[in-house]
């Protein structure tokens, strides 16, 4: 209990003191505790859409930002990932966005975690 009391005194101060270095190692720091507790919840809820998200994380070193802002927000749940599987895979309409082989290969990783999209969890 000790150690967490320290932690926690150790990471305030570093918040607080205004240092370049400090605030780029507090920012790291922090961003990976967001992105770890991030990715847990949307796996526990949505186990389909976090798996979906997951392996397109691998293919975004060749995507554009804007790809990848869409692909974040679209599988946050698996209802959004189903319904643009439904438009823009089974139904072939044009996405702005998203399109070629980029749309291709987000369908194909949809269609892999199918099973797992449907799967609804309360």
Same mark, same amino acid.
């Given at each position: 209990m000790k150690k967490?009391?320290?932690? @926690?005194?150790?990471m305030a101060i570093i918040a607080a003191v205004d240092h370049p270095v400090i605030n780029n190692f507090y920012d790291n720091t922090i961003g990976q505790f967001k992105m770890f507790a991030r990715e847990g919840?949307?796996?526990?809820?949505?186990p389909g859409a976090g798996r979906v998200f997951r392996t397109m994380e691998k293919h975004f070193d060749t995507y554009n930002k804007q790809e990848i802002e869409m692909i974040d927000k679209l599988t946050k749940n698996n209802q959004d990932v189903l319904a643009f599987r439904k438009t823009y895979? @089974?139904?072939?309409?044009?996405n702005p966005v998203i399109y070629g082989a980029h749309l291709q290969q987000f369908?194909?990783?949809?269609e892999d975690n199918k099973t797992q999209l449907n799967i609804i969890v309360k």
């Open positions: 967490l009391a320290y932690f @926690i005194l150790i919840i949307k796996t526990a809820k949505n895979c @089974i139904n072939g309409d044009f369908c194909a990783v949809i």
